[in-house]
């Protein structure tokens, strides 16, 4: 019996369903390898054992699918972040910008409009003096 997910390939070799299970053990030093009819008893029902390797390869492909699947959506989260803050950090750095110009213009204006009062103070004291200034002489007729 094998398990067929939509939008996948068939199986490979790697996940066909063997008939002997897999022995998940390691090797002690000091003792001696173990052999497959040391592990497992010939005297066995043949069914437990496959209804066994069924629910263990069923896991493992769960298992796998599930790592796969935490896998993309860690990716997708972490493009999804590095977008939205490259997004944002171009906008503070487009606005941050956008306001030293206006302050080097605001600086700009500043100067220019106290030149303008300098310039205006001259002229009102220039123009106090010749209106109070007697410009048109005397004459006096005998």
Do not use: C
């Not at 069914?47 to 493992?60: A, L, V």
């Not at 993309?72 to 110009?101: G, M, P």
């Amino acid at each position: 019996m094998s398990l067929l997910v939509l939008g996948e390939a068939s199986e490979s070799e790697e996940e066909t369903i063997v008939d002997r299970p897999i022995v998940y053990a390691r090797a002690v030093l000091g003792e001696a390898a173990e052999s497959d009819e040391d592990v497992y008893d010939k005297n066995d029902n043949k069914t437990s054992t496959e209804s066994n390797q069924r629910t263990i390869n069923h896991n493992e492909f769960f298992h796998k699918k599930l790592v796969e699947s935490n896998i993309a959506l860690w990716k997708s989260l972490n493009a999804l972040i590095r977008n939205v803050v490259l997004s944002a950090s171009k906008q503070l750095l487009s606005a941050d910008q956008l306001l030293i110009k206006s302050q080097v213009s605001m600086q700009s204006a500043l100067s220019s409009v106290k030149v303008s009062q300098t310039n205006v103070k001259q002229l009102k004291e220039k123009t106090e003096d010749i209106l109070t200034a007697n410009f048109i002489p005397e004459i006096n007729i005998k």
